[in-house]
């Protein structure tokens, strides 16, 4: 059986989402799960070090029956930068801010259709991921500006003209990768009244 079968299997199995597996160098079997999201939930929950445990023996025992090499083992909840790989990881953290990094770059067409304020060449962006229901069909976009974040101590003038807001359309095909931005918050996973910045490739 592949190693991503027993794994999932085992992980949903126990009640949890598998979000990654990693193979490192050394024989390292690195494992991050997380709790089902349950979108009517008041407080999203948390996974503990218990929870890390009881899917490590678990691992270890379907591993073995299934002669997975490895040399060590590790299991962890996401993180501040957590992967977001499917339709469900984009519902979940709508609002948040994301960094994303296309497989192409956005082309001369999109960058003209800017006002040529974005770069044809540039595949990374950081922004709020916001879901645009048309016309029935789901569509995803990361909408975000380029104002340059003061420096400690910075006075911002007000009567600065702040840089506009800009949005991008995106399905999941056209990403490479896409992760919560880290940002450090805390009063929970999701950051409050975050500046959104650009991230230029």
Known sequence: MALQQTVEQTVTGLGYDLVEIERSAGGLLRITIDLPWDPLAVEEPYITVEDCEKVTRQLQFALEVDAVEYTRLEVSSPGIDRPLRNEQDLLRFVGYLVDITLKAPIG???GAASGGTINANRKKFRGSLERVDTNGSVTWQIVWSDEPEPKPGQRVSKKRVPAPLQALGFTLDEVREARLAPVVD??????????????ND
Not at 188 to 199: A, I, Q, W
Request: glycine fraction near 18%; charge should be positive.
């Open 108 to 110: 001369k067409e999109l």
């Open 186 to 199: 805390f009063k929970g996973r999701r950051p409050k009244d975050v500046p959104l910045g650009g991230l």
